[in-house]
């Protein structure tokens, strides 16, 4: 999942999927463009329990494609904490 912020108002859009993300973006970009305006969001990715897992800043209008302002952002995978490697291991027999 993942939230976009408003940096000048607070205001959040939430996005499912990359798909979502990236269509948020372009429409409020258009809109960014439209109105000779610069707008400021921040962009999380968010796992579990709202852990943040990647963020980037964006400001908008921007050049080219979203796919390229975003090269590399939300492919963060949840961290295993130790409380469920603990698990793990407390289940698994080990010999020595």
Do not use: C
């Not at 499912?16 to 400021?40: H, I």
């Not at 390229?68 to 291991?89: A, H, I, Q, R, Y």
């Amino acid at each position: 999942m993942f939230k976009i912020v408003s940096l000048a108002n607070g205001y959040q859009i939430d996005a499912e999927d990359k798909d979502t993300l990236f269509s948020e973006l372009e429409s409020t970009n258009a809109r960014a463009k439209d109105r000779s305006e610069t707008v400021e969001l921040k962009v999380y990715q968010v796992g579990d329990q709202d852990s943040i897992l990647d963020e980037i800043d964006i400001s908008l209008p921007f050049t080219g494609i979203i796919e390229e302002v975003l090269d590399g952002f939300g492919k963060k995978e949840p961290k295993t904490s130790k409380f469920s490697l603990l698990n793990l291991f407390k289940h698994k027999q080990v010999k020595l």
